[in-house]
């Protein structure tokens, strides 16, 4: 279990080793000296009263229990608070926390920790009317406490009154409303205290903490030892009570549970009302009683809102109505202090009661909220703690009897629970000896013989019956009661005075109480003139809270229920409403008498002990089985731990899979299995099974990180996939809208005139570039091809020509391709050479049988330079076979043998329209020429002629002949390499080369 280490015992007695009460105390001893309040019996949680303020409440710790298993964090209220929580919410059951232990225990605390954990681990979705619940149920614990409770000599903040707290949920599991019982407030307080005791808080809280005007208002002074109600116990200020700083959180808590101005003016009326009429003392005149002072029956026939002579009739006198008539009898002394002792506490009690019942008007549960799904309730019992002092009277009885009864409950419950657990299963189970005090409870409660009966009775009878006649009725009728003693029937016993005293032998003690009083307080009478007087109070909320005292005087009434009996049906009413419930035990330990941190008060201690029974229930807890859990539970805890369970069982039901398990890891011997749970016997197992499981978890977490992070690998890849995927389809879609948006620009491309030339190509997507270069090919392809059909067969060869030109020219000369037909042979025109061109021809026809070339290709004048940079007019001629260098002034004579087309390695040209024209010779001086002598003149013919050799020369596969262009040509003239350049300013009729330098030639020619 994550318990605690060993240092600090064991977590749960139903651990300890050997189950003894010494070992028991020795665990609770160190568990207490080691800050660990609180320790397990199974669910039942013991809480020692740390007398200190303990860093355990935190958020931190509330969020570390919330949802959790008692089991899984060390002990605490909180795990109680959750379980009950859970229960309820789970199981749509109604469940209740009952907090027991003797005054000064820290059972008061305890309540005020499981509501702030039950408020703090509800409303997640903050909603508004959840919060104003929880808030109103959180302040009503402020008011209350500081009206209904008072520094004792047991405790400083004693509860004085019982109170039981539904708190309503819906179905989500948020509180929605809730419900106060209280049960008879200690009113005699109000009245009388004991040495070192105070009276209710609320009297020094207002003294203390109402401002200057309100003190004014209520005439009242601050010190608390000038009224006689707060002055009897001498103990106006305790160290451990601010009572300024608490008045100011109580007016904060009124006025946020919903009080109005006027109703909290009242209650501090009410108040200083009940401080004034301590002091009103009577004496008497001639034969009647009267209040000696009258100034403070004025104050408080102020503070009511009455008429001060009415309050003062109703002080000295009463109004009986006898055979009709109504008259008014004076009071004897006794019957003064009675009456105004009787007054002041039926007030303050009355208020009390107001409270409650305004605090459950504002937390009443909105009927629209539980339309839908069923309501359930957590209630939290915090009643008045067992309590011995040294004067007991009627309170202490009926305090020590509610405690005898919330004992009976629980140990009916806690045995009850376990034996029907072990039945409904089919366990079979051994019953366990345990102290029932269903015989006290009876002493006090059974009719005709129990001791309120007793008491009633005597107070039905007419005429004076005193305390010690009730006395002597008790020793009569309970003489043999084990559990009643007395002087008579025991006159031995000393402590018992004569008359006076009875004592009862209580599960948690022996306690003496006294007669004096029994009757009274048992009768509870209040003088109908007081009911009266503040039935007609000018003030509302009075009136309110006496609506009795419209009852008219001869009106004969019944008589009234004694306090008694009120508070046994109360008692067995509450009982009753507990027994419908799943119930959660807090039972709390006084650790000494001096609110000591430290002190470990081992004999006050075992006593407790003993008398809440909590040996016996670790008992009932071991005899049977240790733990039980729900099949299905215990797999989810601990499959890990056998192959047969983990991850997942194969078994037909979880049952078979926890047998599996369970003879898996070999414990079958401290096993038992019923219908629906698992039992364990020995704590030692569980233990066993909590290592094991702890040793395991590492591995756990390793895999499930493993798990997880594979998921989000698997995760990850597959959003991956599917986004590449999303890519594709898109780029897909991409692609065929654009195909789509190009197909249709393409429709009847085949009939445009232009045949696509003018459509623009929209940019494609990027993976489509590639592809739509190859298409405009194509396109561009399929355009020349169309268009070339379209040329007549015998243009072909022009068209060849222009194209080879074309593709070495385009983009690097200027201006070359002009409209114009090419004509290749120009000096066999009559047009380009008018008077030569026959000559010519026969020139060529000579050289064509010689040279055996079958068509001039290109012919035209030119001026040539040679390598001694003299210019020569010639003429050139190329042929399919040769190129000729002619001279025309000498009827075209070959200048010498035509060089073979196989030797031309190469062109060059200008980039301008000058007719500059280098013909690379391989093995010779390269052929360097300006075209001249053109008609039309200065004609652009050197394209052409670059055109003819490159088609003359290209090879197949693409392989061009090298034409250079540029302003800066080589050329190879008489073995040297030469550079000649233009010179574009002059443009001279005829063509000129001029040297510059050994090998910079300039060619002043005019351009087109
Ligand atoms: N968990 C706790 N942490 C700190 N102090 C505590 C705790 N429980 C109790 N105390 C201290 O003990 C005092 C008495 O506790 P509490 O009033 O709860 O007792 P009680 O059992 O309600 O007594 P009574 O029966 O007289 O009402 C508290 O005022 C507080 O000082
Ligand atoms: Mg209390």
């Known amino acids: 279990m994550s318990f605690e280490g060993p240092e600090f015992g064991k977590g749960d007695f139903v651990l300890l080793d050997d189950l003894t009460i010494e070992e028991f105390m020795q665990n609770l001893q160190l568990r207490f000296e080691k800050c660990r309040i609180y320790t397990y019996i199974g669910e039942v949680v013991v809480s020692v009263n740390p007398y200190k303020s303990m860093n355990i409440y935190s958020p931190e710790t509330i969020r570390d229990y919330k949802n959790r298993e008692f089991w899984e964090r060390p002990p605490h209220i909180y795990a109680l608070a959750d379980a009950a929580y859970k229960t309820m919410k789970r199981y749509l059951k109604d469940t209740c926390i009952v907090i027991s232990g003797e005054s000064g225990a820290g059972k008061t605390e305890a309540s005020k920790i499981i509501m702030n954990y039950i408020t703090a681990i509800t409303n997640a979705s903050s909603r508004h009317e959840i919060e104003r619940v929880t808030g109103i149920l959180l302040k009503s614990n402020i008011i209350l406490e500081s009206f209904g409770n008072a520094k004792t000599n047991r405790n400083d903040n004693s509860s004085r009154f019982g109170k039981y707290m539904d708190i309503n949920f819906d179905f989500k599991g948020d509180p929605i409303g809730g419900h106060i019982n209280n049960y008879l407030l200690e009113k005699s307080r109000v009245v009388h205290q004991q040495l070192g005791e105070r009276n209710f808080h609320s009297f020094y809280q207002l003294l203390a903490g109402a401002n200057e005007q309100l003190i004014k208002e209520l005439h009242l002074s601050r010190d608390p030892s000038a009224f006689t109600y707060t002055s009897q116990g001498q103990a106006n200020s305790v160290r451990s009570i601010d009572d300024k700083k608490t008045h100011r959180e109580v007016v904060a808590a009124l006025r946020a549970a919903g009080f109005t101005d006027e109703e909290q003016k009242t209650l501090f009326k009410i108040l200083a009302a009940i401080l004034f009429l301590g002091n009103i003392e009577f004496e008497k005149k001639g034969d009647s009683v009267v209040v000696s002072k009258m100034d403070y029956v004025k104050k408080i026939a102020s503070l009511l809102s009455v008429e001060e002579k009415d309050l003062q009739d109703c002080l000295q006198s009463r109004v009986v109505a006898a055979r009709g008539e109504v008259i008014s009898k004076s009071h004897d002394m006794k019957d003064a202090v009675y009456g105004r002792d009787a007054f002041a506490k039926a007030m303050y009690e009355r208020m009390f009661c107001f409270l409650v019942e305004r605090i459950n008007e504002i937390l009443e549960v909105k009927q629209d909220i539980v339309r839908y799904g069923k309501s359930t309730l957590i209630g939290v019992l915090d009643i008045y703690g067992f309590e011995i002092f040294d004067n007991n009277s009627f309170e202490q009885f009926c305090i020590n009897y509610c405690n005898e009864k919330l004992q009976q409950l629980f140990i009916e419950l806690v045995l009850k629970q376990e034996q029907e657990e072990y039945y409904n299963e089919g366990i079979t189970w051994q019953n366990i000896d345990y102290f029932n005090n269903q015989i006290i409870c009876e002493l006090v409660e059974q009719s005709h013989k129990g001791i309120i009966a007793i008491c009633d009775e005597a107070c039905l009878n007419v005429g004076k019956v005193t305390d010690a006649m009730f006395l002597e009725a008790m020793d009569n009728k309970l003489k043999t009661h084990a559990h009643f003693s007395s002087r008579r029937k025991d006159p031995k016993n000393k402590d018992l005075a004569h008359d006076q005293d009875f004592q009862i032998v209580h599960y948690a003690g022996d306690v003496k109480y006294s007669v004096d009083g029994f009757l009274d307080k048992n009768k509870d009478q209040l003088f109908q003139d007081f009911k009266r007087l503040l039935y007609n109070s000018k003030n509302q909320v009075l009136t309110k809270m006496w609506p009795e005292g419209a009852q008219s005087i001869r009106e004969v009434t019944k008589r009234p229920l004694t306090a008694g009996t009120l508070f046994k049906t109360s008692m067995i009413a509450l009982v009753q409403k507990l027994n419908t419930k799943e119930p959660y035990y807090v039972r709390c330990i006084k650790p000494n008498e001096l609110k000591s941190p430290v002190q470990f008060d081992y004999k006050r201690c075992k006593h407790q002990v003993n008398y809440l029974g909590l040996l016996e229930n670790v008992r009932v807890r071991r005899a049977g089985y240790a733990n039980r859990q729900p099949y299905l539970r215990f797999l989810q805890r601990y499959k890990m731990l056998s192959s047969f369970t983990w991850p997942n069982h194969q078994c037909s039901s979880d049952q078979e899979a926890v047998q599996a398990l369970v003879t898996d890891i070999q ?183 010689k040279d055996k070339f079958s068509e001039v290709k290109f012919s035209a004048h030119v001026r040539k330079v040679n390598k001694n940079n003299k210019c020569e007019d010639r003429a050139l001629v190329v042929t399919d076979r040769h190129v000729y260098k002619l001279n025309p002034a000498k009827t075209y004579k070959p200048m010498r043998a035509g060089v073979p087309l196989q030797k031309v390695k190469g062109v060059s040209v200008s980039s301008g329209s000058d007719q500059l024209l280098i013909i690379h010779i391989e093995g010779a001086d390269d052929l360097v020429l300006c075209i001249q002598k053109t008609n039309p003149e200065y004609d652009d013919r050197a394209p052409e002629a670059v055109g003819v050799l490159v088609k003359l020369l290209s090879g197949h596969g693409g392989n061009h002949l090298p034409v250079h262009v540029g302003d800066q040509l080589q050329c190879t003239l008489g073995g040297k390499s030469k550079t000649i350049s233009i010179d574009r300013k002059s443009s001279p009729v005829t063509p000129n080369f001029r040297k510059m330098t050994g090998t910079l030639l300039t060619l002043s020619a005019t351009a087109q």
């Open 667 to 849: 414990l079958e011997d401290d096993i038992a299995y019923g219908k629906t749970k698992i039992f364990i016997r020995t704590p030692k197992t569980l233990v066993d099974l909590e290592e094991r499981r702890a040793q395991l978890i590492p591995h756990l977490v390793i895999l499930i990180q493993k798990m997880w992070r594979g998921g989000l690998a698997r995760m990850r890849y597959r959003r991956t996939i599917a986004m590449y995927k999303i890519m594709n389809r898109y780029k897909l879609y991409k692609m065929r809208c654009y195909l789509l948006e190009m197909s249709q620009k393409f429709q009847g491309v085949s009939r445009r005139a232009d045949l696509g030339k003018g459509i623009v190509w929209t940019k494609p997507p990027a993976v489509l570039e590639e592809l739509v270069q190859h298409m405009k090919m194509i396109h561009l392809k399929w355009r020349a091809g169309k268009i070339v059909t379209r040329i007549p067969k015998s243009d072909w060869p022009a068209v060849e020509l222009r194209c080879a030109a074309y593709e070495v020219l385009h983009g690097k000369r200027n201006n070359w391709l002009k409209r114009r037909q090419w004509q290749g042979n120009y000096l066999a025109l009559q047009n380009e050479n008018q008077s030569a061109a026959a000559v010519f021809t026969s020139r060529v026809n000579q050289l064509r049988s």
